[in-house]
């Protein structure tokens, strides 16, 4: 067997690297990348952003909800539709 002595990446926060001062509610192609596709906020170990910026991501799509730019959720479509009883 092989061994594997992977070594995590150290990620950063693309926040702080593109040294954003604000994250705008109305950039919804942004925070789209930050939510799931049920409509949930990703957490931070997923995303990699840091503390500070998770908190004002998680207010700004909140906003954007409030606004309707964004859904709060999405309607789930299942496979089993018409296989009922008749």
């Known amino acids: 067997m092989a ?4 070594v ?6 693309q926040f702080c690297k593109d040294e954003t001062a604000y994250i705008d509610y109305k950039d919804t192609q942004l925070l789209r990348r930050y939510i799931t596709e049920r409509g949930k906020i990703k957490p931070r170990r997923v995303t990699g952003v840091c503390t500070q910026h998770q908190h ?4 700004a799509i909140k906003r954007a909800r409030e ?5 709060y959720v999405v309607p789930v479509v299942s496979g089993r539709i018409g296989r ?3």
């Open 84 to 86: 009922g009883r008749n």
């Open 8 to 13: 995590p990446r150290k990620r950063y926060c």
């Open 67 to 71: 606004m309707a730019l964004i859904p």
């Open 56 to 59: 004002e991501l998680a207010v």
């Open 3 to 6: 061994e594997y002595n992977r």
